[in-house]
């Protein structure tokens, strides 16, 4: 959106828990592109419009 971004990137190695108990790591992320955004769960303000924003984004990318 208007940044270049660079190709070298890597995702480093993580292992977390998500909303429904399960763990998920790099590992399934494998060859796939990857946003990764941590917010408020019950933010009221700004995050309802981020949100939308990168499910726009996930539609152009898909």
Do not use: R
């Not at 990137?9 to 494998?30: K, R, T, W």
């Not at 796939?32 to 990168?54: I, R």
């Amino acid at each position: 959106m208007g940044i270049k971004s660079k190709t070298d990137l890597y995702l480093p190695e993580f292992n977390f828990q998500n909303q429904n108990g399960v763990y998920i790591s790099d590992a399934d992320f494998s060859s796939k592109l990857v946003l990764v955004t941590f917010m408020y769960s019950n933010c009221k303000t700004e995050c309802p419009s981020a949100l939308n924003d990168l499910k726009i984004f996930e539609n152009i990318i898909a």
